[in-house]
């Protein structure tokens, strides 16, 4: 795998009021990806994430697991999800949408 890859990704379980959505953008910046993560009104958590396609692809299995207490019940990724804003750095935390 190599090149550049850009995903949505919706997380379902246990994972609001757990630390995900700081773990998340801990883990993926440390990976070198850049996006965004929000909550959901529906409980679950929303990442946009861009990066070296073979980063994107061992994140999507980190959140799998995602942060201790957190209880991922379903995670869906979408290949299609917009890109970050050109020249954006790191991981941002957006309000709930």
């Known amino acids: 795998m190599s090149g550049h890859r850009s995903v949505g990704i919706i997380v379902r379980g246990r994972v609001q009021g757990v630390g995900y959505r700081a773990w998340t953008k801990g883990v993926a910046e440390a990976r ?8 959901r009104p529906d409980g679950s958590v929303e ?3 861009a990066g070296p396609a073979e980063a994107v692809a061992a994140m999507i299995e980190a959140c799998r697991q995602g942060p201790p207490g957190a209880r991922v019940e379903d995670l869906a990724v979408s290949e299609d999800a917009p890109g970050p804003v050109p020249g954006a750095r790191g991981v941002q935390i957006l309000p709930t949408a």
Request: net charge positive; charged share 10%.
């Open 47 to 49: 990442a946009c994430l």
């Open 32 to 39: 070198g990806l850049t996006g965004t993560v929000r909550n």
